[in-house]
């Protein structure tokens, strides 16, 4: 029976037996989820509460048309918010809101407005209230002021605010993204999250899984129970069954999200209806099979590559400290792919950015982004593809010398001349 | 047929010459004591075995074979820095290693009951390996190493950490696995163990063989003329320098050195006219002093 598959099903199945990895796959997307919709879907979240407020207007122009402008209603039909105007003339001004300032104090009243004589020509107003840091609600009175404002003016220079409106009127853009063979596809910007999406999913099981294996090789080594195991195996066999075995818990989740993710494009219009109610007619984009095709295969690549990198530096590791420390410039590599990500979203085609999707440490990161957002040419893909695979037969080997000397070295870490000499050997 | 054979191996590390022109052939049904002291050689050799490092020069047969990977299924290694996979049920981990030693799930799982039962950890089977005291988890991995009944068992220091009545129970066990026909290597500091349970050994220092063969031969070399005696009265005749070099007194016994002209006969006679003897006998040299005398001397030579 070949070592290679023992090894595997033990990796395999110690890990995806563990409370932890079942807990990780479905705290996960729930994670993702809430971070990237969370926000929002808490500043959706109206507060039903009525507000009262005050408002001091000087100008004669607002306070009238205030309640038109701001017409938010509660689930119960009543107002939420409750305008009531206070009488002042300006000089005495300052002793009103003294008084209000107290009265908001005293949470008597919410807020207070107030709308000087001259808001017309100068094109000022005055907010006040304890919390002023909710950007919906300020932008809110903002555009409801300066809209009665703006009506204002027109009328006064006799203009028909009606015709203004559809004179201004803007066009709307439409996108559509053409992929290979000249097939176009209406996009609405979506397209964009589920490529940020697929990258960040590519960084994040390379960052997660890479250490895995990582750890997987310390902790063996330092446990000593590595002495026993190379002596009834070879240690590529048990570098390649850690390699598979963590990578086949990494797949294994993969598809696990994949499949609710597959489910959640099913039902999403249902969902995403739930929380936002004007989203329901929301077109979930729909991602080309080679795409999805390309992004396994990326993703499969690159988890071996680095796999193996941090299998062969795990092996040189004699405590945890020096494992962090081991580890850094790989995280760098991996990191350093992801921020380029942003700039091949932008821009694709640069030579820049062709370079950059060649290199094979960064190519599942990089190459797929160009995938996802253009149709780079067949012979790049080709040729990206072929370098990474001959960079991880080469990486195999050298992992592999370095691992069966490193694996039973304690101690001070080689240094880069002996770690030549063990390629040697 | 032999079962170990070593042939002339080298290995050094950064200009130390670990092991030097090592060989043994270790036959059937055999415990072989592996001596040395600290830093001679034995766990390298040892890894040699088990194919862990390569030798720079010279063979290695087992069941006089090539050292492949196919024939180290039918070797046990019982290492000295010992170490299992801590979050690993017992059951499991018994079914990984016999499956690294080529046995399938369904072949092992008797076997696995058997010495579990037979080592009083039956109760543990689906607990974690961490849930373990030290010596059970030595227990258990002493079970990995015999469990696919190997023809050569490797035990380096075994009983480390083991209360009176577990060392008895491996003792027995290593008996009655050489009664299988296994070949055990063991390999120890103590040398009380070694009287007990080696038929032969070899002794390593600096990297060479310093001392080998079959236990009672290995005493015999080096028994010296010392006389244990126990007596009630006053004894002159140890004060006589014709007869005797040197004594020392224990309190409960004396140790007498005789000169060597003397004959053993004649001090006996000289201490019956003088005193009761209760105790008289030639003293066997303890493995302990021959352990201590070749690696001393050795040493001195070297030096």
Known sequence: MNKSWTIFKREYLTRVKTRGFVIGTIIGPVLLLLISIGPGFLMNLQSEKEKNISVVDLSGVVYEKLDEAIDDTTETGSRIYQFKEILATESKLDSVKSTLRTKVDQNEIDAFLVIPPDAVDKNESEYYAKNVSNFEENSKFRSAISGIITEYRLKQSEIDPALIDKLTKRVHLRTFKISRGGKEQEDIGLSFVVTFVMIFFLYFMLIMYGALVMRSVYEEKLSRVVEVIISSCKPFQLMTGKVLGVGGVGMTQFLIWVGAAALLGVYSQAIIGMFFAGAADVVFPHIPVSVLVYFVLYFLLGFILYATLYAGLGALVSTEAEAQQLQFPVLFMIIFAFIFAFYIIRNPNTDLSIVISMIPFFAPITMFTRIATMSPPFSEILLSLALLVGTIILLLWLAGKIFRIGILMYGKRPTLPELLNWIRY | ?303
């Open chain 2, 1 to 303: 047929m032999s079962v170990l054979k070593i042939d002339h191996i080298y290995k050094s590390f950064r200009n130390v010459d670990a092991v030097q022109d090592l060989s043994l052939d270790l036959e059937p049904n055999v415990i072989f004591g592996f001596l040395g002291p600290n830093g001679a050689g034995k766990t390298t050799t040892i890894r040699m075995i088990m194919d862990i490092i390569k030798p720079d020069r010279g063979s290695i047969f087992i069941n006089d074979q090539p050292n492949t990977l196919q024939m180290r299924e039918k070797v046990g290694y019982l290492p000295e820095e010992r170490g299992l996979y801590r979050k690993m049920k017992i059951s499991e981990l018994l079914v990984f290693m016999a499956e690294l030693k080529g046995l399938s799930a369904s072949q092992s799982k008797p076997k696995i009951e058997y010495w579990l039962e037979r080592l009083e950890l039956l109760d543990w089977i689906d607990k974690k390996v961490e849930e373990l005291s030290r010596g059970m988890q030595q227990k258990l991995q002493f079970i990995s190493t015999i469990m696919h009944e190997p023809d050569l068992i490797i035990l380096d220091e075994p009983f480390t950490g083991l209360d009176p009545v577990n060392s008895d129970l491996i003792k027995q066990i290593m008996f009655e696995q050489k009664q299988r026909g296994a070949t055990i290597i063991f390999s120890t500091h103590l040398m009380e163990q070694v009287e007990q349970l080696c038929d032969s050994i070899c002794l390593i220092n600096k990297g060479r063989i310093v001392l080998g063969g079959n236990i009672r031969d290995v005493k015999k070399e080096f028994r010296k003329n010392i006389i244990r005696m126990e007596f009630e009265g006053d004894a002159t005749f140890i004060k006589n320098q014709e007869l005797i070099e040197r004594y020392t007194d224990h309190g409960t016994h004396y140790e007498i050195h005789p000169k060597e002209s003397a004959p053993i006969q004649q001090i006996l006679q000289a201490a019956a006219q003088e005193v009761m003897i209760s105790k008289f006998e030639l003293m066997e040299p303890s493995l302990h002093n021959i352990f201590i005398d070749v690696v001393t001397q050795k040493e001195r030579n070297g030096s």
